[in-house]
């Protein structure tokens, strides 16, 4: 059995992949309380926000607004996802420090989500990594469907590799690989993790896990056995994906913390203290979420 | 990485353990209605009914009934719990062919679960197995809180073996060793897996998880890893423990069958035949089930 890493980084999404998604817009205090929130559970990286058009999806419009508002809680990394050039203007403009491309390893997916193949994207964010390093930022890169496509199915592991090497290429400094419909199976993670490594650091890369079939968690565990240490999750399991038919529910951040705390890896953050971030956004949503931690939890009476 | 077993059996235990929570009756002709949907579904061992007092849970007081009920499905093999003489009386009356008897790791567990210490329960088992034996049954034990347990914490793995072995030597043929309350981790199941198997073979053992935490699937595989090729799961993830505070919802069949479909493992069974009897109960108790697939495949508007 191979060893597994003493250390795991947690990069919390829930703000942004968890948010986007709500149809009832959330006011932006109480998005500014949800990343304090998470940071003094321990959360040492937090995704807050989209810097998409305002108009495609309102519910990030205030994206200025929330990235301006964290800066002074301190103590965490905070990135923003930016699609294009006018998204990176906006960003600079509001203090953020770090930012995050995506693109896709399915080709159907990409024009779907994006509206772009992937060369396409591939050349949008050369010139936005650019742009972004210029004012001093680092990016990350994602690959949404590196394992199943909804519209393709299985993705042939090389094609993830090509978009990861292009991506590091063009200066991105972490690939977050996405299981976006939640429908990989822990042979798929290792295939996909094993091909990566011969080309690149495992240093650099993330998953970046959904788990809408249940399996969030065995992909975890597949994946830090093939020495993955970088995991994204969302508190309380919150989120989706509105272009990927079915896909509910992010990895819930208490899930994977009940997990890594179980097997003696360290993460620096405190479970019940995410199921509190949690309980602040359900309550703003005004309904429960689906991590089975933040289920179990609030039955007990906590929420 | 060690090699997964190419095959595994799968324990369905959802009449059972499933229903033996639920307040509300369920008529008769639908559990047997249940069982036949999951034979249908491929499901070649089914726990169908339990033979304890009926006073004490009046949801099983059909036991006789059920198990004669199911009989004439055939295609697959069925058994009984049994808690004692009466029971087992009852169980031959009825012309059960396999029975299960349980008792615990623990012993603040057992005496709750069972009030017997676990030294009375395997006396009275002895008694149980060597009756069941001269009328041609096969038995099957169970070890509940073989992790961890809610009053006492973790529990030592050589209490666990210590129980299996002594269950084994009064003719036991499969020991089920439970997560009883979903809390264990995939360190503490490859510790108990491999202390086990020092003592008998590992094709005896079977894992009874619950997915309370979130953690069954990551379990199994952990199982799968240490050799374990036997796993008991219930339709939709029905079920829980009355007597284990926070314990809901056993690993469902249909989440098993997708993780291992994926891992190219072969179990027989249909997914989505396991869904449709998961509906079939589903609606008979009037509300949705816990399984992350029934969910999946029920807001796809299949129920």
Same mark, same amino acid.
């Given at each position: ?10 990069? @919390?999404v ?36 989209s ?15 929330? #990235? ?23 960003a600079?403009?509001?203090?953020? @420090? ?21 060369? @396409? ?18 990016v ?22 090509d ?6 290429a ?21 295939? /996909? /993790? ?12 993330a ?19 093939a020495? /993955?240490?970088?995991?994204d ?18 990895l #819930?951040t ?11 890896? @360290? ?14 956004? #359900? ?21």
């Amino acid at each position: 059995m191979p060893a597994l890493p003493s250390r795991v980084r947690i990069v @919390e999404v829930g703000p942004r992949d968890g948010l986007q998604n709500e149809a009832e817009p959330v006011p932006t205090g109480t998005k500014i309380a949800f990343v304090r929130a998470l940071v003094e559970a321990g959360l040492r990286e937090v995704e807050v926000t989209s810097f998409v058009a305002p108009l495609a999806v309102p519910q990030l419009a205030d994206a200025g607004q929330v #990235a301006a508002g964290v800066a002074p809680i301190g103590g965490a990394r905070f990135s923003a996802l930016v699609p294009n050039r006018i998204g990176l203007r906006r960003a600079i403009e509001a203090g953020v @420090e770090r930012i995050a491309v995506f693109t896709a390893a399915s080709e159907t997916f990409a024009r779907r989500n994006i509206n772009m193949t992937i060369d @396409e994207s591939l050349g949008v964010f050369a010139d936005v990594v650019a742009g972004a390093t210029e004012h001093g930022m680092s990016v990350r890169g994602y690959i949404s469907t590196a394992f199943v496509c909804p519209y393709e199915g299985p993705v042939p592991k090389e094609r993830v590799r090509d978009v990861a090497e292009r991506l590091l290429a063009i200066g991105v400094d972490e690939i977050a690989v996405g299981d976006t419909i939640g429908a990989a199976v822990p042979g798929g993670i290792t295939d /996909v /993790v094993e091909c990566l490594r011969e080309r690149f650091p495992i240093e650099r890369l993330a998953l970046h896990l959904h788990d809408t079939y249940g399996t969030a968690l065995v992909n975890v565990y597949a994946g830090l056995q093939a020495g /993955v240490a970088v995991f994204d999750a969302s508190a309380g399991g919150l989120g989706g994906c509105p272009y990927a038919p079915g896909a509910a529910g992010n990895l #819930a951040t208490e899930d994977l913390v009940y997990l890594l705390d179980g097997l003696g890896i @360290e993460t620096g953050v405190d479970l019940e203290k995410v199921f509190a971030a949690s309980k602040l956004i #359900a309550a703003a949503l005004g309904r429960t979420l689906p991590g089975r931690q933040y289920r179990r939890l609030a039955a007990r009476g906590g929420a």
